[in-house]
């Protein structure tokens, strides 16, 4: 999974950040992405796209990433501004306030980024499955995944009806159960829910 990054190293580029986002599809909460550099030539033993793996790795290798890094950020965009402005453009904002953050602490010289274009004078490569094809991606997709996960038991607490921690926030037949029942609440994307409630939707 360093296909990418060899090819970048060889021609000089020194750091490398990969950016990735998770909660595209979800009803409720943020858009939540992350941005990391990890040293020139490391590798981290079964690293892959934090979908493929479960909830125990991702978390072991969230804490060997956060050792290891040259740096990283976390960006979030909350569930108004999703309505606002469409989930591409929340996703593409939240990866700006990755990559702002990450250059809090190291300059990225290039960035791979899952399939999406970050809005950035820093030269970049949108990569199709990243997460599944760079380490720099995949690793950003476990610290924006684990991130989240984490959120989700915080909004939990906030909201216990719907069952944020268990379903993290998508569109399962539990949650949409929930959502019928409770009426939508501020933290739920309005603009996602009108083909599940239609005309019932009402803020909680």
């Known amino acids: 999974m360093l296909e990418y990054e060899h090819d970048l190293w060889s021609k000089g ?13 979800c009803l409720f909460g943020d858009v939540v992405a992350a941005a990391v550099v990890l040293p020139r030539g490391h590798v981290i033993e079964g690293i892959d796209d934090s979908k493929k793996l ?7 290798l969230y804490d060997i990433i956060m050792e290891c ?16 402005i469409n989930i591409k453009q929340a996703s593409r904002l939240a990866m ?7 250059t809090r602490t190291v300059a990225p010289d290039y960035l791979l980024v ?10 970049q490569l949108a990569v199709i499955h990243g997460d599944a094809l760079s380490q720099s991606i995949a690793a950003a997709s476990i610290v924006a995944k684990v991130t989240r996960d984490r959120l989700c038991l915080q909004w939990n607490l906030d909201y216990p009806e719907y069952g944020i921690a268990s379903h993290k926030g998508y ?3 539990v949650h949409r159960e929930a ?16 083909g599940i409630l239609n005309e019932q939707l009402e803020l909680f």
């Open 13 to 25: 580029v020194r750091h490398v950040a990969g950016i990735d986002e998770v909660g595209r599809g």
């Open 54 to 60: 479960s909830e125990k790795r991702r978390e072991e």
């Open 69 to 84: 890094a040259a740096g990283f950020g976390v960006g979030r965009v909350d569930a108004a501004t999703v309505d606002a």
């Open 96 to 102: 700006k306030h990755a990559l702002a953050e990450l």
């Open 114 to 123: 899952d399939a999406e274009k970050v809005d950035s004078p820093i030269r």
């Open 171 to 173: 569109a399962t037949k």
């Open 179 to 194: 959502i019928m029942k409770y009426g939508a609440s501020p933290m739920h994307r309005r603009t996602f829910l009108g």
